[in-house]
């Protein structure tokens, strides 16, 4: 039986949710933008409603958020801004390898820390690195067992939060010959010894978040902190990634659904050959198209999240939703720039500032080639296509 209603608490946390951005994400939104960085007021308030610890469990101080429920409350915060979203997203994704692997604890001693609403802390998830991206199991950031803990060394690049992560989730090598077999993962803490900043980076879009890269120079990391022992750790990755691509999914519908009501509303407004531009099937066909496409992402997001939240096999539905949603955001701010012609080539419309936000959904969590070489490797498992289980 196939059933489209949510739940009372699904209804709740949505509308939560899109009440905050609209009314706390979107007039700063631009500013963010423009300036690099989200002011602490925000991050506050979000930490106050939540939204900064959503997927952890509530004995821990957080919102205990199921993955379809997570996923809606995404697309909704990405519809306010994709930048200050993908900061109050990144604890989702930082700690989902914990909520796999994490012994009660250290569970204990870092879920709490993300759920302060007076004092919020983020995490950051550390995987890529300049010579390891789509390549995950190429990474090279070495750990060695010594007689009291590890010692960890090596460089990542492109992490979200990096600059203002308060622990790190760091997947490593044991044995860079063991290939993905070495991989392994330990919490690390931003005030031990060795651990720097690098490089701020200085991005095309989603401007407000945070990325950095992330230096280990000789770290020492206490026994207790092995999240992940060597030889785990890529599966780790790999069911973190099934597990939290229906977010990014649903955050690339969010920035559609956004562009798509600025072309709606800017195309029933602007006359051309006297008449709302809205009535030229061009434009009008435009429009259709952008509208049936984010309702497929949606329904796709829904699917995966929803046998996510179920415990069920997800990475297929996950790179389907996954790639189609980083396409649909990208497809549909394009297209609502084209719809407000010159006007949305400039900063002060909207568009213009989702179609830059829109294109890092086709790269992270995973490329659009990634999403579609692990469609095509599930493809070689299965004989027909017969639905109905
Ligand atoms: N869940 C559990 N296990 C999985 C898995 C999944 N979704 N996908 C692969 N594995 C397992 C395989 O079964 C295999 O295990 P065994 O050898 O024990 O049978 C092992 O992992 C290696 O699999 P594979 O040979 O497919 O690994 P590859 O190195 O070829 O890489 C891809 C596979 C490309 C899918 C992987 O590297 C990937 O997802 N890359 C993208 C990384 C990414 O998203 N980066 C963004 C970082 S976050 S911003």
């Not at 952890?56 to 809606?72: K, S």
């Not at 990634?241 to 600025?262: C, I, K, P, Q, Y």
């Not at 790179?319 to 002060?348: P, R």
Request: charged share 25%.
């Amino acid at each position: 039986m196939v059933d489209f209603e949510l739940t009372e608490e699904q209804k709740a946390a949505c509308k939560m949710a899109h009440e905050f951005a609209l009314n706390e994400m979107r007039p700063i939104a631009l500013e963010c933008d423009k300036e690099g960085k989200i002011p602490d007021e925000l991050i506050k308030k979000a930490a106050a409603a939540g939204l900064t610890a959503m997927a952890i469990p509530e004995e821990y101080g957080g919102g205990g958020l199921d993955q379809l429920t997570a996923a809606m409350v995404s697309e909704e915060l990405f519809w306010g801004c994709a930048g200050i979203a993908t900061t109050l997203g990144a604890n989702s994704l930082a700690t989902t390898p914990m909520m796999i692997a994490a012994n009660d604890d250290q569970r204990q001693r870092y879920f709490p820390r993300l759920c302060d609403p007076d004092d919020p802390k983020f995490a950051a998830f550390c995987l890529t690195e300049p010579g390891a991206g789509s390549d995950a199991a190429a990474i090279s950031t070495t750990i060695q067992e010594t007689d009291d803990g590890y010692i960890l060394n090596g460089q990542k690049c492109f992490i979200t939060n990096g600059g203002i992560a308060d622990f790190y989730t760091v997947f490593c090598t044991f044995d860079k010959e063991k290939k993905y077999g070495g991989i392994g993962a330990v919490i690390v803490e931003r005030a031990y010894e060795g651990v720097s900043i690098g490089k701020k980076e200085d991005k095309m879009g989603i401007r407000a978040s945070n990325t950095t890269e992330v230096i280990f120079d000789n770290v020492k990391v206490p026994k207790e902190n092995l999240l992940v022992p060597m030889g785990q750790g890529f599966y780790n990755v790999m069911t973190t990634l099934d597990l939290t691509r229906a977010s990014v999914a649903a955050a690339g519908v969010g920035v559609a659904r956004a562009a798509f009501e600025e072309a709606l509303k800017y195309a029933k407004e602007r006359v051309q050959f006297g008449r709302p531009i809205i009535a030229q099937q061009s434009i009008n066909f435009m429009l259709a198209e952008m509208a049936m496409k984010i309702e497929a992402g949606r329904r796709l997001y829904q699917l995966a999240a929803w046998k996510a939240t179920k415990g069920l096999p997800c990475s297929l539905e996950s790179s389907y939703a996954k790639a189609f949603g980083g396409d649909l955001a990208m497809e549909v701010t394009t297209n609502a720039v084209q719809i407000h012609g010159g006007y949305g080539y400039m900063k002060e419309y909207l568009v213009e500032k989702l179609m830059r936000d829109a294109k890092i959904m086709q790269i992270y969590e995973g490329t659009a080639q990634i999403q579609r070489l692990v469609i095509g490797a599930n493809l070689m498992g299965i004989t027909d296509a017969y639905p109905w289980g």
